[in-house]
């Protein structure tokens, strides 16, 4: 047997999970991400969760928008998106947009969101994506992993325990945006409602820059549909929260 880390541990399977906490830097990014496997997952009965860290106020160029109205405008944007792809509970950590998070707070933050809602697996934005410059992502990605991985320790987040949030083992992790996929979700029946969801956010998107973007995700979900047996796939990599400490083969997982 081949000494890779995923013969000793397997890739669990993400579709199997029936709580799922989604995690995302700025309101788009699991629209963008991973909006039509999430969109997958409630229809077959899996219960979502997505917690938003950041509030989205650092999302434009344009000075003349105030950054309370950005705000706002991204938190009703967010709503329209979630409910065309059936996510129901919606939970903010509200730390300002623009690449000044502070870690250890956003891993308490995400800690205490496992601890109440009890995922068995954590769908966040891949922090070691290759040539990612917003900190934002790379941060909400390491946090949301470190948390996934040690929430299970009763004194990690000591803090935590004081406020009354038990441990709480995570068995997953899914991260879109990923350079290192391992696992593609056949999204055929739900492909349109992540379009929907993506147009939801006018005020990142001009129509422009937002058919674009959508053509783009469509090309690649067609390509990377090619050896399946289906049209569109959306492209994660799924992990063990074992694979997350040590293994220096987990990224070819
Ligand atoms: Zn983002």
Known sequence: MKPDICNFFPIPDLLKTDQLLCIQPHPDDLEIGAGAAVARMIQSGTKVTCLT?????????????????????????TLKASEILGIKELLW???????????????????????????????VCDPWLP???????????????E??????????????LEEGFE??????????YTAYP?????????WELKLAAIDCHTSQFPPDKVNMLKDYLTAKAREQAKKQDCEF????????????????????C
Request: net charge negative.
């Open 53 to 77: 860290v950041t509030d989205g106020s650092a999302g434009t160029y344009d000075s003349s928008v105030s950054q309370d109205d950005l705000i706002q405008t991204r938190y009703h944007e």
């Open 182 to 190: 391992n696992t593609f979700i056949d999204v055929d029946k739900t």
């Open 233 to 252: 796939v959306e492209a994660l990599k799924v992990l063990s929260t074992n694979h997350l400490h040590i293994f220096e083969d987990a990224w070819q």
């Open 93 to 123: 950590l509200g730390f300002a947009d623009g690449g000044n998070l502070p870690y250890e707070e956003v891993r308490t933050g995400i800690t205490r969101t496992i601890r109440k809602i009890k995922p068995n697996a954590v769908l």
């Open 131 to 145: 040539y990612e410059a917003h900190s934002d992502h790379i941060r909400t990605g390491l946090a949301a992993s």
């Open 147 to 160: 948390a996934a991985f040690l929430s299970g320790m009763p004194y990690f987040c000591p803090s935590l």
């Open 167 to 176: 441990p709480h083992t995570v068995s997953m992790i899914a991260f879109y």
